[in-house]
């Protein structure tokens, strides 16, 4: 099935946007890895002919929810939701959006390799990632990012003995309109 021509949106009604990030430390058996939603995003994907041609994706930084905590020596409970919530908008992206800009869509196995400039927190940087594109106009792919790359220092509790690895992973699973 052939993607169709032309300008699409997408957003969470199209598809998912996660952000993973894993604990560390010594502690870390007491903290969870952290499956997050970012819940207002938009991107733009532009298709030549039946390819992915150009993509660019805006986030609202204070749209992240904690969805899963995986491990840890107990469950989160509401008010964890709501601290990693804060900790998160207001000390590690700082109320700031999250974009990126495609430079270069290479077409390669079926997939893409895309390379672009990415923004957190008012530092823009390279970054690239594959993704993966199915018969049913599906993109699927996962970048991770080095937070302190970024000038983001990972989070850290119990006197460092608990923190936050320095890299995160971020998924995009989105359906393109197919023609």
Do not use: C
Not at 88 to 109: E, G, Y
Not at 152 to 176: F, N, Q
């Amino acid at each position: 099935m052939a993607l169709g021509s032309g300008t699409h949106k997408v957003g969470p009604a199209e598809g998912s946007l996660h952000v993973y990030s894993y604990r560390d430390g010594m502690a870390q058996k007491v903290g969870h890895d952290l499956i997050i939603d970012v819940q207002k995003w938009e991107g733009i994907v532009e298709v030549d002919g039946d390819q992915p041609a150009q993509l660019t994706l805006d986030a609202d930084g204070g749209s992240l929810r904690v969805r899963e905590g995986v491990g840890g020596a107990k469950p989160l409970g509401d008010k964890d939701h709501k601290k990693i919530h804060d900790g998160i908008d207001d000390d590690i992206l700082r109320k700031q959006p999250i974009a990126f800009r495609s430079t270069l869509v290479s077409h390669a196995n079926g997939g893409l390799t895309i390379g672009g400039d990415l923004t957190l927190v008012g530092t823009t940087r390279p970054a690239s990632f594959d993704l993966a594109l199915s018969d049913d106009g599906r993109l699927r792919g996962k970048v991770t990012v080095t937070q302190s790359e970024w000038g983001i220092k990972p989070y850290k509790a119990l006197m460092g003995a608990l923190k936050v690895r320095d890299e995160i992973e971020i998924a995009i699973d989105v359906a393109l309109p197919t023609s």
